[in-house]
């Protein structure tokens, strides 16, 4: 087995004076898969040995001080699908995830998609969604923010949300298939020509916060592009499919 690097995640600051909240987005280096995989792989479903994204959990746990079961994922369809998660396990056919359950961290897989972690600072509620195109064309930052109210009373006004790191978009073309489902606002010519577009997904779940009722300064995006940043990031498109998962999660350790 590889000898790994340090683990070392991106905290976002949004969240950094809320006690016992775990929040961040995990970056390629501090596990044990080989490559192209390297090194800190946390997708089950890429054709990495199964025993490598285990020890790649197992570190994880460790070096947040929280057991490794306790991290719920979803087998993600690019859907708006949203389960309420009250116990620890593996779930199949959700893109966003939401728990109000102290010592349950819920997680998002990605490798240029975007993770939005949404955080209710009154109920101590949390929200990860994964948002790809399709899923911030169906809106599903802002259906995380109402499945957090309709299923614990959260209010957009006490949320603090974060936008983690995808694909940037200077380097996110598309066609114009893909583009009409977008306002303008979010896309640019694409130097290539032949009608595509370069479409910036970060700003358009960043508004999505907002126009669900988050204060702007309580929204952050982060600042880094999965694609261009490939010493840090997987990229799905920059190693043509060939790649990690990055894994964004977010919840409420228990009390002391």
């Given at each position: 087995m590889?000898?790994?690097?340090?683990?070392?995640?991106l905290?976002?600051?949004?969240?950094?004076?809320?006690?016992?909240?775990?929040?961040?987005?995990?970056?390629?280096?501090?596990?044990?898969?080989?490559?192209?995989?390297?090194s800190l792989?946390?997708?089950?479903?890429?054709?990495?040995?199964?025993?490598?994204?285990?020890?790649?959990?197992?570190?994880?746990?460790?070096?947040?001080?929280?057991?490794a079961?306790?991290?719920v994922?979803?087998?993600?369809?690019?859907?708006?699908?949203?389960?309420?998660?009250?116990?620890?396990?593996?779930?199949?056919?959700?893109?966003?995830?939401?728990?109000?359950?102290?010592?349950?961290?819920?997680?998002i897989?990605?490798a240029d998609?975007y993770?939005?972690?949404?955080?209710?600072?009154?109920?101590?509620?949390?929200?990860?969604?994964?948002?790809?195109?399709?899923?911030?064309?169906?809106?599903?930052?802002?259906?995380?923010?109402?499945?957090?109210?309709?299923?614990?009373?959260?209010?957009?006004?006490?949320?603090?949300?974060?936008?983690?790191t995808?694909?940037?978009?200077?380097?996110?073309?598309?066609g114009?298939?893909?583009?009409?489902?977008?306002?303008?606002?979010?896309?640019?010519?694409?130097?290539?020509?032949?009608?595509?577009?370069?479409?910036?997904?970060?700003?358009?779940?960043?508004?999505?916060?907002?126009?669900?009722?988050?204060s702007p300064?309580?929204?952050?995006?982060?600042?880094?592009?999965?694609?261009r940043?490939?010493d840090?990031?997987?990229?799905?498109?920059?190693d043509?499919?060939?790649?990690?998962?990055?894994?964004?999660?977010i919840?409420?350790?228990?009390?002391d």
């Amino acid at each position: 087995m590889p000898q790994p690097s340090a683990i070392a995640p991106l905290h976002p600051f949004i969240f950094h004076t809320i006690p016992n909240l775990v929040a961040l987005q995990t970056t390629r280096t501090g596990g044990v898969s080989a490559a192209p995989l390297n090194s800190l792989n946390l997708g089950s479903h890429v054709g990495d040995d199964l025993a490598f994204v285990r020890e790649n959990y197992r570190r994880l746990g460790a070096f947040l001080g929280i057991d490794a079961e306790s991290i719920v994922t979803t087998g993600q369809v690019h859907g708006t699908e949203i389960a309420v998660v009250t116990e620890p396990g593996k779930l199949n056919g959700y893109d966003a995830l939401i728990t109000n359950v102290r010592g349950l961290f819920v997680g998002i897989l990605t490798a240029d998609c975007y993770p939005v972690l949404i955080y209710d600072r009154r109920t101590g509620a949390s929200g990860a969604a994964h948002a790809g195109w399709q899923g911030t064309a169906g809106r599903i930052a802002e259906k995380t923010i109402n499945a957090m109210r309709d299923e614990f009373g959260s209010r957009p006004e006490d949320c603090l949300a974060w936008v983690g790191t995808g694909i940037s978009g200077e380097c996110y073309e598309i066609g114009g298939e893909v583009a009409a489902r977008f306002s303008s606002r979010y896309l640019k010519p694409s130097p290539s020509g032949e009608g595509r577009q370069r479409l910036d997904l970060s700003a358009a779940n960043r508004d999505q916060l907002v126009e669900a009722g988050i204060s702007p300064p309580q929204v952050q995006c982060s600042e880094f592009c999965s694609f261009r940043d490939a010493d840090r990031f997987y990229s799905y498109r920059r190693d043509n499919g060939k790649t990690g998962r990055m894994l964004t999660l977010i919840g409420l350790r228990n009390s002391d």
